[in-house]
């Protein structure tokens, strides 16, 4: 697991799943699974912008973008360039 799938599988397991412990696989689906809502959705896009200062924009909230951690890394390293 790279440095950004670490990051953010740490946020996930810690702030929104409440076991820290806990490391999510690279493809295990967050929304779509359930196992973050839309308010965590928001939480994490702000995190993902703060974080590795990236622009999120509002039409990427969602299971299409942000369904997996493989996702989010690449997003982030697309914004990163």
């Given at each position: 697991m790279d440095e950004l799938s670490t990051l953010l599988s740490g946020h996930i397991a810690a702030q929104f799943l409440k076991q820290p412990n806990r490391i999510l696989r690279g493809d295990e689906p967050l929304l779509s699974s359930g196992l973050i809502d839309s308010f965590n959705l928001v939480d994490l896009a702000l995190?993902?912008?703060?974080?590795?200062?990236?622009?999120?924009?509002?039409?990427?909230?969602?299971a299409a973008t942000f369904d997996?951690?493989?996702?989010?890394?690449?997003?982030?390293?697309?914004?990163r360039g």
């Open positions: 995190y993902v912008e703060d974080t590795f200062n990236v622009r999120i924009d509002d039409t990427e909230l969602n997996t951690l493989d996702q989010l890394v690449e997003l982030i390293q697309t914004r």
